[in-house]
């Protein structure tokens, strides 16, 4: 069955660490994409690929890293510059390009100790 | 930076009602998405309708697109328990795929 996995479901951060959320496909997809969303919020984008090796920036960029090294792998690291790194984060991934619909995964929920 | 506006924020019918929930956006657009989330879980893509489109259907949906107003609308006919969900709009600007969510509509439907 194709789709989007990630892991884990729920995690705990203490103050001053770097925590680290997988997210893998098996879609063929080559575009993937992390966002975040705050509780009675929309989705707000932390960071798009288009392409493995590359990315970019998206409107909520700061206290968040990400690396493309693999096309089914967008791992999400949320450093301890994130001052409120409490929420719902999701991961998705589409074929790219103009008018193509994303897949979601399950999300990973985030809570700090 | 929101770009869809939606509305109602939370909607309540009976099983066998229509709802229609309303999403307005500020720039122009290659095209618009409904996305559904159930509590707790991933957002799944319902309908995609481009910009030269005013009307589609699927199933018992019809999402409607004025331009000219910048806002959609999202029909969901004969409405189910199971139909209890979140239902966001998403703007594509024709940015690399980049979509802009809307805060989102909280459809409660009642057996």
């Known amino acids: 069955d194709g789709g989007i996995t990630q892991s884990p479901k729920y995690l705990f951060r203490k103050e001053g660490q770097n925590v680290t959320l997988s997210c893998e496909q098996n879609?063929?997809?080559?575009?993937m994409y992390w966002y975040r969303q705050d509780p009675g919020q929309g989705l707000r984008l932390i960071y798009y690929s288009q392409i493995v090796n590359d990315f970019q920036k998206g409107d909520i960029a700061e206290g968040y890293s990400v690396s493309r090294e693999k096309k089914e792998s967008f791992p999400l690291t949320v450093t301890s510059a994130q001052k409120n790194p409490t929420a719902f984060y999701l991961c998705a991934s589409s074929i790219g390009g103009v008018a193509q619909p994303q897949h979601f995964g399950d999300g990973t929920r985030l809570s700090i100790l | 930076s929101q770009q869809g506006e939606e509305d109602p924020q939370a909607l309540s019918i009976q099983e066998g009602e229509n709802a229609t929930m309303n999403c307005s956006y500020k720039?122009?657009?290659?095209?618009l998405q409904w996305y559904r989330q159930n509590s707790g879980r991933g957002l799944v893509h319902l309908i995609l309708?481009?910009?030269?489109?005013r009307e589609k259907h699927s199933g018992r949906l019809r999402v409607t697109l004025d331009t000219s107003k910048k806002s959609s609308s999202l029909l969901i006919t004969a409405s189910r328990a199971a139909d209890t969900a979140s239902y966001f709009c998403a703007t594509d600007k024709g940015q690399g795929g980049k979509l802009i969510f809307g805060q989102g509509t909280e459809l409660s439907v009642k057996p």
């Open positions: 720039t122009s657009i290659n095209n």
């Open positions: 309708i481009r910009s030269n489109e």
């Open positions: 879609l063929n997809h080559d575009a």
